[in-house]
């Protein structure tokens, strides 16, 4: 059986990839993998959300979603590439704030991950009315470009 760093990263699945950035929890494995995306040819970015309620929440993914891909030049400012992302952003948050309080502090490292004409956008984070309950979410959207 193939272990994860034996399995070449194109083999593992854009949204694994995504997943897998997404769930880094130091900037030094954060880099290592960045590194590692890097040399097999992945377009991605890493960017961070916060927000206090479903609604403020949401916005500001789609920003800084959309921002952090153009920016990082995971997507050209062309429509079909633009709706794929906005769509896999839309089912990530969904997987992210399901059965959440409209209250709940959301707090969010966000992956986008490109291979060819494949995006996914993955949020793993915590959410909590109060610090005792807090809990880890995870959402992963993927869409073919």
Same mark, same amino acid.
């Given at each position: 059986?193939?272990?994860?760093?034996?399995?070449?990263? /194109?083999? @593992? +699945?854009?949204?694994?990839?995504?997943?897998?950035?997404?769930?880094?929890? #130091?900037?030094?494995?954060?880099?290592?993998?960045?590194?590692?995306? *890097?040399?097999? +040819?992945?377009?991605? =970015?890493?960017?961070?959300?916060? $927000?206090? #309620?479903?609604?403020?929440?949401?916005?500001?993914?789609?920003?800084?979603?959309? $921002?952090?891909?153009? @920016?990082? $030049?995971?997507?050209?400012?062309?429509?079909?590439?633009?709706?794929?992302?906005?769509?896999?952003?839309?089912?990530?948050?969904? $997987?992210? %704030?399901?059965?959440?309080?409209?209250? /709940?502090?959301?707090?969010?490292? &966000?992956? %986008?991950?490109?291979?060819?004409?494949? &995006?996914? =956008?993955?949020?793993?984070?915590?959410?909590?009315?109060?610090? %005792?309950?807090?809990?880890?979410?995870?959402?992963? *959207?993927?869409?073919? %470009?």
């Amino acid at each position: 059986m193939f272990t994860d760093e034996t399995l070449p990263l /194109s083999q @593992n +699945g854009v949204g694994f990839n995504a997943l897998r950035l997404a769930m880094t929890r #130091t900037l030094a494995e954060e880099e290592e993998l960045k590194r590692r995306y *890097g040399q097999a +040819g992945l377009r991605f =970015v890493v960017t961070e959300v916060g $927000g206090n #309620t479903k609604r403020d929440f949401q916005e500001k993914v789609s920003r800084a979603v959309f $921002g952090a891909a153009l @920016n990082a $030049g995971v997507i050209e400012k062309e429509p079909h590439e633009v709706h794929a992302l906005i769509h896999a952003a839309e089912e990530a948050k969904h $997987g992210t %704030i399901v059965n959440t309080s409209s209250e /709940s502090n959301l707090a969010v490292k &966000i992956a %986008i991950v490109r291979e060819h004409h494949w &995006i996914a =956008v993955a949020m793993f984070g915590e959410s909590a009315i109060h610090p %005792i309950t807090s809990h880890q979410r995870c959402g992963l *959207g993927v869409m073919n %470009i």
